[in-house]
C-alpha cells in the first residue's frame, strides 16, 4: 500500500507541474511554437541512454552514480541511465521531454539546460549542507534515473505559474507544488517532493534577479530619456 501511495503522490506531482507549465506559455499556443532544440537535445541523450543500457549489459556500472565506485563523470551519465524498468524508463523519457519543452518555451533554451543541470549537481550538495548525509538522499535517483533532475525543473514552471496569475485557483496550483513535495518528503522520505522544493526555490531566485535587472534596465532608459 505504501508502495502505491508513493507512486500516485509522485505521478500527481508531475502532473501539476506540467499543467503549471501549460498554463504559464498558454494551451492554446503550443502547435505554434518553435521546436524546443535544448529539450529535444536532453531527450535524444535520454533515449540514447536507454538505448546504450539495450545493447551493453554493463553500462549501468560504468555510468551509475554508485557512490562506492570512482569516476567523476557518473553524477552527469548516471542521470541518462533507467532503473525503474520499462514503464519507469518510458515515464521518465516522457516527463522529461514535456517539462523541458515547457521550460525552455518559458525561460529559454539557455536557462532550461542550467536548470537541468542544478538539478544534477545540487540535491547531493544541499544533502550535506543540510545534514541529510546520514538519512534518506533528497536524490531520488538511486544512483541513476532522470526523475530527480526532471521534477526539479518541472517545479521551476509552478514559479513561472505563481508569478503570472492571479486566479486563485491557478495560485493555489502553483504554491501546492513545492507545499506537496515538502509532505512528500515529511511523509514518506520520498526525494522527488524536496528536489521540488529546491527547485521551486531556485526558479523563485532567478526571477527576482530577472526582474530587478528588468527594472534597473527601465529606470535606466527611463533616466536617459529624462536627460534628453
Known amino acids: 500500500m ?40 536532453l531527450t535524444a541523450i535520454a533515449v540514447g541512454g536507454v538505448l546504450l543500457q539495450l545493447v551493453w549489459s554493463g553500462a549501468m556500472d560504468a555510468l551509475d552514480a554508485d557512490p562506492a565506485k570512482s569516476g567523476w563523470w557518473r553524477e552527469f551519465t548516471s542521470v541518462f541511465m533507467q532503473n525503474g ?19 525552455q518555451w518559458y525561460w529559454g533554451g ?47 514552471l ?23 513535495g515538502l509532505a512528500m518528503w515529511l511523509t514518506q522520505d520520498n526525494g522527488h517532493g524536496l528536489v521540488s522544493v529546491y527547485g521551486f526555490a531556485l526558479a523563485g531566485a532567478t526571477w527576482a534577479l530577472r526582474t530587478r535587472r528588468r527594472d534597473d534596465n527601465a529606470n535606466a532608459d527611463h533616466t536617459s530619456e529624462r536627460a534628453r
Open 2 to 41: 505504501g508502495a502505491i501511495v508513493f507512486n500516485v503522490t509522485t505521478a500527481a506531482l508531475m502532473v501539476m507541474m506540467v499543467n503549471c507549465g501549460l498554463g504559464v506559455v498558454g494551451r492554446d499556443t503550443l502547435r505554434g511554437r518553435p521546436i524546443p532544440w535544448a529539450a529535444a537535445a
Open 85 to 103: 524498468g520499462l514503464l519507469g524508463a518510458l515515464w521518465n523519457l516522457v516527463t522529461l521531454a514535456v517539462v523541458a519543452a515547457l521550460a
Open 110 to 156: 539557455p536557462l532550461t539546460l542550467g536548470f537541468f543541470l542544478a538539478g544534477i549537481v545540487l540535491p547531493g550538495r544541499i544533502d550535506t549542507l543540510l545534514g541529510f548525509g546520514d538519512g534518506p538522499s533528497t536524490d531520488p535517483r538511486n544512483f541513476a534515473g532522470s526523475s530527480g533532475a526532471t521534477y526539479f525543473l518541472g517545479a521551476t
Open 158 to 180: 509552478a514559479l513561472a505559474f505563481l508569478t503570472r496569475t492571479r486566479l486563485p485557483k491557478e495560485l493555489a496550483l502553483a504554491i501546492g507544488v513545492p507545499a506537496l
